[in-house]
Nanobody, 124 residues
Framework: VQLQASGGGLVQAGGSLRLSCAAS????????VGWFHQAPGKAREFAAA????????DYADSVKGRFTISRDTAKNTVYLQMNSLKPEDTAVYYC??????????????????WGQGTLVTVSS
């Protein structure tokens, strides 16, 4: 499975962006997908995840109520809608796919494939 993250950019505080994670390869619909963010000088942290069948979603407390994860199986794409963005959301955002998980996971080591990242910059 190959993942391509896109949709990052520069936005003012309070604005919105939608990130996309497009997948190619075998049986992507069977994978749970997560989004992680990594701010400069900090560790990569969990943001959101969605189960293979979209039945379960999970969010970090820092983004809950502002971010929404969804997937379009026909397009092999997972989205992260980010609203009410804050300067502290500035980071490189990575998508990742995990096959052998029940539901979703926030643990990086459980993800099998990673995309290259897309930069989100939120100005104050």
């Amino acid at each position: 499975v190959q993942l391509q993250a896109s949709g990052g950019g520069l936005v003012q505080a309070g604005g919105s962006l939608r990130l996309s994670c497009a997948a190619s390869g075998h049986a992507f619909s069977r994978y749970a997908v997560g989004w992680f963010h990594q701010a400069p000088g900090k560790a990569r942290e969990f943001a959101a995840a969605i189960s293979w069948n979209s039945a379960i979603t999970d969010y970090a407390d820092s983004v809950k109520g502002r971010f929404t994860i969804s997937r379009d199986t026909a397009k092999n794409t997972v989205y992260l809608q980010m609203n009410s963005l804050k300067p502290e959301d500035t980071a490189v955002y990575y998508c990742a796919a995990a096959l052998n998980v029940r539901g979703t996971t926030s643990r990086k080591f459980e993800y099998d494939y990673w995309g290259q990242g897309t930069l989100v910059t939120v100005s104050s």
